[in-house]
């Protein structure tokens, strides 16, 4: 059995009026010495330059939903046009000082899991493990018929092939709105010619879960047991808008577990939270990080 810390007395719900340093310390004090599982949305990853969907600054159009892209091969053929400029941006996109926080709270016994909302795959270049990417990965492509999966680059290198100079085309044209899910901002098309399956010529899909899908049981439950497993949840970059992500804060409440939130604005889950604090997750996380360092045993 893992020592726990002396009982922690919580802070008002919103903690704002504090500098970042001791809004830190707040946190800091709350989870060392415990076993932490992270949620982590959009907000953690716009400093790496990847936008979010609900943020003063986010893509003014909506994001892709699974019956858009079943609609008709129109559709497809247009999406993967926008797809095949897009995830080129998150693929180059490098961890930030929250996804190098996280990971070194990991290597610090803190941090035992990260259950992330986010499809871009920073938890997995910053080092961190385990990850559940509930929402899928930017990544992979799957068949909806047959289930074969391929990496994006393979299929990259094949969709090259088949619209030889589109990509360089495109780009001449000026900068391109990217969205969170790998989507890009295109009105014109051109002739792209889209790909089928090269395993049985079924219908191809990035293997991210669209707006309108539901999160596959398995990884549901796979997320479930890391919540289970912790002492306290930590939401990183969360507003917690979709029952995807709530789910599990109010699962941790109902098992009486201490949550913290570090996210900008509120959130669905402010009125469940012990700690909540309302700034930016590249600022909050690493002086967390720091201030337990790599022997948290100086905090138990």
């Known amino acids: 059995m893992r020592t726990r810390t002396t009982a922690w007395t919580p802070a008002p719900p919103t903690v704002a009026d504090a500098d970042p340093a001791e809004r830190a310390e ?8 415990r076993r932490v599982v992270a949620l982590t949305g959009a907000g953690l990853s716009t400093p790496s330059g990847i936008p979010d969907y609900r943020s003063p600054d986010s893509p003014t159009r909506q994001p892709m939903t699974i019956d858009a892209f079943l609609s008709s091969p129109e559709s497809r053929r ?47 270049k910053a080092g ?30 094949a969709l090259e092939i088949a619209n030889p100079g589109y990509s360089a085309r495109v780009a001449s044209r000026g900068a391109i ?8 901002a295109l009105e014109d098309i051109g002739d792209f010619v889209m790909l089928d399956c090269t395993v049985c010529g079924g219908t191809l899909k990035p293997d991210i879960v669209y707006f309108g ?3 596959e049981k398995s990884v549901v439950e796979t997320a479930f047991a890391l919540v289970d497993d912790a002492d306290v949840l930590l939401v990183a970059g969360s507003s917690l ?19 913290a939130i570090v996210n900008r604005g509120g959130t669905r889950g402010d009125d469940l939270a012990t700690l909540k604090i309302d700034h930016r997750c590249e600022v909050i996380l690493p002086t967390v990080a720091r201030v337990i360092g790599p022997d948290r045993s100086a905090l138990l």
Request: proline residues 3%; aromatic residues 4%; contains cysteine.
């Open 213 to 215: 899908e539901t999160v």
């Open 26 to 33: 707040r946190l800091a004090e709350l989870i060392a010495g």
């Open 128 to 157: 961190s493990s385990p990850v559940v990417d509930l929402h899928g990965s930017y990544g992979r492509v799957r068949c909806l018929d047959c289930g074969a999966l391929v990496s994006r680059h393979r299929l990259a290198e």
């Open 78 to 124: 247009r999406y993967w046009a926008r797809n095949h400029l897009g995830w080129r941006h998150m693929d180059a996109a490098a961890p930030n000082a929250a996804h190098r926080a996280l990971r070194s709270l990991q290597d610090a016994g803190v941090v035992t899991g990260v259950i992330t909302q986010n499809v871009d795959m920073l938890h997995m």
């Open 177 to 184: 709105e990217v969205a969170p899910d790998a989507d890009a």
């Open 241 to 259: 808008t979709v029952m995807s992500g709530l789910r599990f804060v109010r699962r941790a409440a109902a098992a009486g577990k201490p949550i």
